[in-house]
C-alpha cells in the first residue's frame, strides 16, 4: 500500500503483537508436560519401569524413596539418582538385563568399574549412596583412553601431547572412549574420528572441570558423543562433528560453556540436550538433518524458577526427525536469529519458560506447529514480530485492552494473553498450521480471519465470552473457558476431536435461524437437507457441544472493502529538539512560555532538570504546539505545516497532527510516560498514532520525524518490537528528516 511520501522516505510496515502456534494432532492435549524420549523414565518413588526401549526395557526397585532419572539406549543404561529423606543408602535392584552377561558398571566417570554378571532372571542388586546425587552408566564393554594435564595421560597412545599448551593433538583414528580429568587441557581432533560401539561416551569431561577445549574432531557411534558432566563449565566445544551417537553432546548441570560452529547430525536421540544447565551459548551450529530432535532443554521446575540464562543464535537446525527446538522450564533464555525449517513436528516448542527473549527467528515448512509457546507465565516472555512463520510476523499481545486489528498483512500468527475487548479481523494467516492462542482473555471478537491453507488452530485458555464468527479454521481447543460463541464458520478438520473441550461450560455454536450455526466439513457426508434451506436437518453433536443448525455449505465470504484508490496514510509530525515549546503556570495562574524564552536567563533556569533524578525541578511544565517560526527564523515549521495543511484540504490524506513533546526528557520517558498537557493531562504517542490509524484511509499513520523526532520515531518502534503498545502497529513507514527540508 503506497503512502502520500513514498518517493522521498524510507518504510518500515510496523506491526505490534506477537503470537504462538500451537498444532495438536487427533490425539493431542493441553497438558504442560515435558517431553520424554522413547526408552526413559523420570519421576520419585521406589519402582521404576521402562517400557518402550529400542534395547533393554529396564526395571528398577529401591528400598528407599529416590529421585531418579533412567535411560535404556543401545547399548548403555543411564542411572541418575537422588535421595528424597534422611536415608544414605538404598538397596536397588535392576532387572530385564540379558540373563548371565557380564557387564560393567562406572559412577560418575569412566576411572573405576565394578564388573558384575546378571543373574538368570537378568537382574542384579547392590547397594547405592544416594547420599548425594550420582550418575551410574552400565555398559556390556569396558575401554577409555584418560588425558590429564600431568604428561598427558594416555594422550601418547593416540596422539602428541604439547606440555606447554596443555595439548593432545591426534595422529589418529581412536577406538575407545576418552576421559578429560584436569581442567584446562585442549583435545585437538585434527581431522580424526573418534569411533565407539554404540555404547560408552567419546568425549567425557569429569565433574567440576573446567576450561577444556574440544574442536577439529568427528565423534561418531557412541550413547553420548560429548559429555559435560556436573558441575562443569566455562569449556568449549567448536569444529567438531558430531553424527550418529544417540545424543550428539549432552551437558548434565553444566553452565558457562560455549558450543559453536560444530556439525550435530544423525543422531538418534537429541543433537543438543541441555539438563538444568545454565548460561551456556551455543552459537553457528548447523544441526540436521537426521536428529530426532535438533535441541533440547529440561529444566523442570519444581517449585521454584531455575535460572538457565542459555543463548541459542544463529543455528540452523532443519530436517531433524522429529523436531526443532523444543525448551522446558527454561528461565532468561535468549533465542535470536535461528533459522528452523523442514522439521516435521515442531520448530521452536517452549513449555513453562518464563523470562526468555526472542527475535529474529525464522520458522517456515515445520509440520505439526511452527511456533508454541504456552505455561504458567507465558506472558512474562518477550517475542516480537520480527521473529516469522512462514514469512509472516509472530504477534505476541498481552495486556492490552480495546485494540482493533484489521486488515493486517503481515499477521503470521496471533497470541493475545490477558487481553479484554480485543477485535481480530479480516486477517489472512500464515500457511502450514498457524494459530490464534487466547489465554485469560475475554469480550474479544475474532472475525474473517483464514489462510490459504485452512488449516488454522484456534485455542482459547481461561478466555470467555469471546466471539468467534465468519472465519475459517481446521480445529479449537477450549479450556476453563466458557460462554463463547462460534457461528458462521467453516470448520474444515476431519480427524477425531475437530473441537476439545476441556472444563468449560456454556459454549454455544449457533445463533438462532436466519442465522444458524456453522459449516462442520466432518459433517458434511452425513448432513441431510430434505427441505433445501441449506441448514442439516439434524443437530451436530460432538464432544463437548452441539450445532443445532449446522449448515449444509460451505459459507462464501467476501472480505470487507478496503482503500483501492488515492489510498494514502494520515500524517504524524515529530519534531526535533527544541522544537516544541514549553509553559508554566506563574502564581497567577497566568501562562508564562519557557520556550524558546522570552526572558532568557529566567526562563532557561525553569527548565533545569533535578541532577540526581533526572525529573524537572518545575513539575507543572507543559506542552502544546511546536515552533512554526521563532525570534529570527521566519519559517521553522511554518512552511511544512502549511503544506500539510493543504494536502488535508485537498483530500489527499484524512489528517496529519504534529505531536510536541517536553524534548529535555529521555525519549523512552516520552513514550513511555507520555507529555503533559496544560489542562494537567498526560497526551500518549501510542494513543495519539492508535486514534489517527482509525480515521486513516490505510488504517495505518506515517511518521515523519525531524532531527530528534527521528529518534523518537525509533523509539516507537521499539516499543512495538518488544510488546510494550499494540497501537504501533498502525505505524505505516518512519522517515529521519535534515533540517534543510524545512528551509
Known sequence: MKTFFDKNTRYFTIMIVLILIFLFSTSSVMADEEKLFPGSVSGTGMHFEIVDSEYLNITLDSSENIKVRMESAPEMVVLETENLNAAISSSLIISGFLPNTTYYKYQDNYDTYQSFVSDEKGSFSFIQDISQRHLIFIQPRKSTKFITDVNGGDCSSIGVWNDTLKTCTLNQDVNDSVQIKSDNVTLDGNGHIITGKNTGTGVFIVNGKKGITIKNVTITGFFYGIYLSYYSGLNNISFATLTGNRYGAYLDHSGANVISNNVITKNSNAGLYLFYSTKNIFTDNIVGPENKNGISESSQNYGYTYDTSNVYENNEVFENLEGGIYIYGGNRDILKNNKIKNNPYYGIEMIESSSSMLFGNVMSGNGEHNFYISGNKVEDNDIDTSNTVEDKAVYFIKNVINEIYDNLDDVGIFYCT??????????????????????????????????????????????????????????????????????????????????????????????????????????????????????????????????????????????????????????????????????????DGDEDQLWEPTNHNEDVEQLYMNQNDGSSNDPGIYTRDILDEAYGINNVYKGFMASMDNIVADGVINKWQAFAYDWRKPLEDVVDNGTKLEDGSVENVLDQIRNSAKESKTGKVTLIGHSNGGLLAKVIRGSYYYGCHAAVRHTQGCSRASPRRWV
Open 418 to 587: 490477558n487481553c479484554q475487548n480485543v477485535t481480530l479481523k479480516n486477517l489472512s494467516l500464515s500457511e502450514n498450521k498457524a494459530l490464534i492462542y487466547f489465554k485469560n482473555t475475554a469480550n474479544s471478537l475474532i472475525e474473517n480471519i483464514a489462510s490459504t491453507s485452512e488449516d488454522i488452530k484456534i485455542i482459547f485458555e481461561g478466555s470467555s465470552n469471546n466471539t468467534i464468527k465468519n472465519s475459517i479454521f481446521e480445529r479449537a481447543y477450549l479450556s476453563y473457558s466458557d460462554s463463547n460463541q462460534f457461528y458462521g464458520n467453516n470448520i474444515m478438520g476431519t480427524g477425531a476431536a475437530v473441537f476439545q473441550i476441556n472444563s468449560s461450560i456454556n459454549n454455544s455454536f449457533n445463533l438462532d435461524l436466519p442465522i444458524g450455526g456453522n459449516f462442520w466439513k466432518k459433517n458434511e457426508a452425513n448432513c441431510r437437507d430434505l427441505n433445501n434451506d441449506n441448514i442439516c436437518d439434524s443437530s451436530y453433536v460432538f464432544g463437548g457441544g452441539s450445532d443445532y443448525y449446522p449448515r449444509v455449505n460451505k459459507f462464501e465470504f467476501e472480505a470487507e472493502p478496503i482503500c483501492q484508490e488515492n489510498c494514502y496514510s494520515n500524517v504524524m509530525f515529530l519534531p526535533g529538539h527544541q522544537a516544541s515549546r514549553l509553559y508554566r503556570k506563574d502564581s
